[in-house]
T-cell receptor
Framework: GEDVEQSLFLSVREGDSSVINCTYT??????LYWYKQEPGAGLQLLTY?????DMKQDQRLTVLLNKKDKHLSLRIADTQTGDSAIYFC?????????????FGRGTSLIVHP | DSGVTQTPKHLITATGQRVTLRCSPR?????VYWYQQSLDQGLQFLIQ???????AKGNILERFSAQQFPDLHSELNLSSLELGDSALYFC?????????????FGDGTRLSIL
């Protein structure tokens, strides 16, 4: 079945760039998403990319997709303490008209001064 | 604010009991998804409804059931509760059934079984 893997923790200094990596196995994945979860809150959609794209930039966020290696990354420029959260990568394909996403276990980003 | 509302925010009950979690999707969204988040299992997809009909099933136990009503709100019913059912339960909604529209999550219901 589908599998999405992420490293569990990432620690960065405030002002540096953060890069969160994700690998997936389903070659039919069409949509790849990044979500952010702050303590006590739900998952907030950050950005998403379609599989026919290599890169997407949205302010401080840059998503890179290497479809050949099934590797997705999220780069956060000028990381701030408010970026501390759990970041989830998710992949999905519209199979039979239904979207059943597979989520990674999340990467805890810790930003220290 | 995602526009998805879940109630209650917290629920404490005992083993063997039954509870109902409620979700109101974003205005205009026809799909509702339920997820369970626990420390050991991560985020698990339970079930999806689209415009009142069940569309997809994930790792949902037989003790759990859900439905979506004509006004599109959804309820997740958990019965014969066990200690292992303690978790965060999220509802998400989207505009369609396919993956070309992202999901928007509520803030979850934290269920604690004593």
């Amino acid at each position: 079945g589908e599998d999405v893997e992420q490293s569990l923790f990432l620690s960065v200094r405030e002002g540096d760039s953060s890069v969160i990596n994700c690998t997936y196995t389903d070659s039919s994945s069409t949509y790849l998403y990044w979500y952010k979860q702050e303590p006590g809150a739900g998952l907030q959609l950050l950005t998403y990319i379609f599989s026919n794209m290599d890169m997407k930039q949205d302010q401080r966020l840059t998503v890179l997709l290497n479809k050949k290696d099934k590797h997705l990354s999220l780069r956060i420029a000028d990381t701030q303490t408010g970026d501390s959260a759990i970041y989830f990568c998710a992949e999905g394909s519209s199979s039979g008209g239904s979207y059943i996403p597979t989520f990674g276990r999340g990467t805890s980003l810790i930003v220290h001064p | 604010d995602s526009g998805v509302t879940q109630t209650p925010k917290h629920l404490i009950t005992a083993t063997g009991q039954r509870v109902t979690l409620r979700c109101s999707p974003r205005s205009g969204d026809l799909s509702v998804y339920w997820y369970q988040q626990s420390l050991d299992q991560g985020l698990q997809f339970l079930i999806q409804y689209y415009n009142g009909e069940e569309r997809a099933k994930g790792n949902i136990l037989e003790r759990f059931s859900a439905q979506q009503f004509p006004d599109l709100h959804s309820e997740l019913n958990l019965s014969s509760l066990e200690l292992g059912d303690s978790a965060l339960y999220f509802c998400a909604s989207s505009g369609g059934t396919a993956g070309d529209q992202p999901q928007h999550f509520g803030d979850g219901t934290r269920l604690s079984i004593l």
